[in-house]
């Protein structure tokens, strides 16, 4: 069963614990990142400046597509207020 996304904080909250990201990781992620027809997410000079692919569970990519489809995001996958602007790291910790 999906869970439905309520808001923002949940997908990146699913996320972030998904693939064990910090918070700078998190927020640098770009829908071009992620591959729904082959269930991955690629993960671009991250954690030692090395790039790795991820699989993505089919709940993930269900709430991605949810959140994709409600936002419309186009630069990062997480954006601030103002479109094509990372979501701030300090409203995250705020969050969480």
């Given at each position: ?89 300090k409203k995250v910790y705020k969050v969480y």
């Amino acid at each position: 069963m999906c869970i439905a996304i309520a808001n923002t904080n949940d997908a990146k909250f699913n996320f972030w614990q998904c693939f064990g990201l910090c918070c700078c990781e998190l927020l640098a992620l770009r829908p071009i990142h992620s591959d729904s027809k082959k269930n991955i997410v690629l993960l671009k000079n991250f954690k030692g400046k090395t790039d790795r692919i991820t699989p993505l569970s089919s709940k993930i990519l269900e709430m991605l597509r949810e959140y994709y489809i409600l936002f419309k995001r186009k630069t990062y996958l997480f954006e601030g207020a103002n479109s094509g602007e990372s979501y701030s790291e300090k409203k995250v910790y705020k969050v969480y």
